[in-house]
């Protein structure tokens, strides 16, 4: 998964490619694809650390060459993905792609 990241594949491609599906788990109700990826790789959101320091995974942006703390899907990943250098151009693709998909259909 942090090879996938790395590459950039999408939470959502991760979880296709683990054969995920939406409500597959009782732990997973109401949850996207990509959401269960994320809980898969960074583990339950109910546990003591979890809740205590919150969650991330963390793997290497090839654009920026720096660590990130990938925290997932909460706020578009300009607040999700700590840690890439200023002007990284994955960010900024990857967080045109998300504002895109929140804009309002004509």
């Known amino acids: ?3 996938a990241r790395a590459a950039g594949h999408t939470w ?3 979880g296709q490619a683990l054969g995920l599906e939406p409500n597959a788990d009782t732990d997973q109700t109401g949850m996207t694809i990509a959401e269960a990826a994320y809980m898969y790789a960074a583990d339950s959101p109910y546990i003591d650390t979890a809740i ?3 969650r991330s995974f963390s793997w290497h942006c090839r654009s920026c060459d720096q660590a990130i703390s990938d925290r997932g899907l909460i706020a578009g990943p300009a607040g ?5 250098a200023p002007g990284c151009l994955r960010l900024a ?3 045109a792609q998300w504002d895109a998909e929140w804009e309002p259909e004509p």
């Open 93 to 95: 693709a990857t967080a």
């Open 52 to 54: 205590g320091y919150g």
């Open 12 to 14: 959502e491609h991760i």
């Open 80 to 84: 999700d993905e700590a840690g890439h």
């Open 1 to 3: 998964m942090r090879l």
